[in-house]
Every structure is written in C-alpha cells, then in structure tokens.
C-alpha cells in the first residue's frame, strides 16, 4: 500500500478518535510530504502522546487511547511500515 493511502488511513482514524489536540496528530493532519520512515516516527511519537494522555486522565484497559491506537489501526499501519522497511533491507542485502 503507498505510503500517501497509509497517511489517509491514519488521519482519518486520528480525526475519528478526536487526537488532533496531540502534537505528533497536528503533524500528521498537517503536513503534506511523508516517506515510510517519517510516517513511522511520528506514529510512534502519537502512541507515546496517547499513551501520556491515557495516564495522565487514569484510563487503561478498552477505555484507553493506547487500546483505540490498536483498535482504529494505527498500530497495523506502524506493523506495515516496520514489515515494508524489513523487506527493503533484507533485499539490499541480498543485492
């Protein structure tokens, strides 16, 4: 999948669980040119907003943001950009 169509899916699961308050989500709704590795770092850095956002309000457990990071997708878009980078290397390797 490209990574433009991955950025779509995020910003749609970020404007449906409402992060665009999060730093790293005004980034993602923001910017305009993304490559894997971006993409990546910045989900990343939105699972650890959310995450700080999840404790610093007591929530855990299917109530937290850390369970709708997964459950909206963002953590299998995260899986695609490590498999894809994975595949990249291996193959560089082998060349």
């Known amino acids: 999948m490209p990574t433009a169509e991955l950025v779509s899916?995020?910003?749609s699961a970020i404007a449906y669980e409402k992060w665009d308050r999060l730093?790293?989500?005004r980034t993602l709704l923001e910017q305009d040119?993304?490559?894997d590795a971006s993409l990546l770092q910045t989900l990343e850095a939105l699972y650890?907003?959310?995450s700080e956002d999840d404790r610093s309000k007591g929530r855990f457990?299917?109530?937290s943001g850390a369970f709708e990071f997964?459950?909206?997708g963002l953590a299998s878009i995260c899986e695609a950009l490590v498999d894809?980078?994975?595949?990249?290397a291996n193959a560089s390797?082998?060349?």
């Open 9 to 11: 899916q995020a910003r």
């Open 23 to 25: 730093g790293p989500a």
């Open 33 to 35: 040119s993304w490559t």
């Open 48 to 50: 650890a907003a959310v």
């Open 61 to 63: 457990g299917r109530d």
């Open 70 to 72: 997964n459950d909206c």
């Open 84 to 88: 894809r980078h994975r595949r990249s």
């Open 93 to 95: 390797d082998a060349g």
